[in-house]
């Protein structure tokens, strides 16, 4: 089990900037790719970015591409999501997730968010105009 816990949200103006965390705890020596995913009000999940554990190789979605970086800190199992250039539209909670399977995923696994066992319980963001 790996345990997941979101922090760092709040309410900022548009292109303010918001650093969100998220801490594992369990079985982190499992884990492999961590995720960042939101959902604002009346809409779908959606895929943010996620980093591969062991290569920091990263990816995003293009509406984040360029002001959302992701990165992690190996010794504390701690992911970070750095974002910038706030807008309304990015206002949604953020839920951090977590593969620690083992398993061969695809790209549309971890996209559509199947390939992840754990989920945190999120932290709202909320940009102001």
């Known amino acids: 089990q790996v345990q997941v816990v979101e922090s760092g949200g709040g309410l900022v103006q548009a292109g303010g900037s918001l650093r969100l965390s998220c801490a594992a705890s369990g079985r982190t020596r499992s884990m492999s790719v961590v995720g960042w995913f939101r959902q604002a009000p009346g809409k779908e999940r959606e895929f943010v970015t996620l980093?591969?554990?062991?290569?920091?190789?990263?990816y995003y979605a293009d509406s984040v591409k360029g002001r959302f970086p992701i990165s992690r800190d190996n010794a504390n199992n701690t992911v970070y999501l750095q974002m910038n250039s706030l807008n309304p539209e990015d206002t949604a909670v953020y839920y951090c997730?977590?593969?620690?399977?083992?398993?061969?995923?695809?790209?549309?696994?971890?996209?559509?968010?199947?390939?992840?066992?754990?989920w945190g319980q999120g932290t709202q963001v909320t940009v102001s105009s």
């Open positions: 980093i591969r554990w062991s290569c920091r190789r990263t």
């Open positions: 997730a977590v593969d620690a399977s083992g398993l061969f995923r695809s790209s549309s696994d971890y996209s559509s968010g199947r390939g992840f066992s754990y």
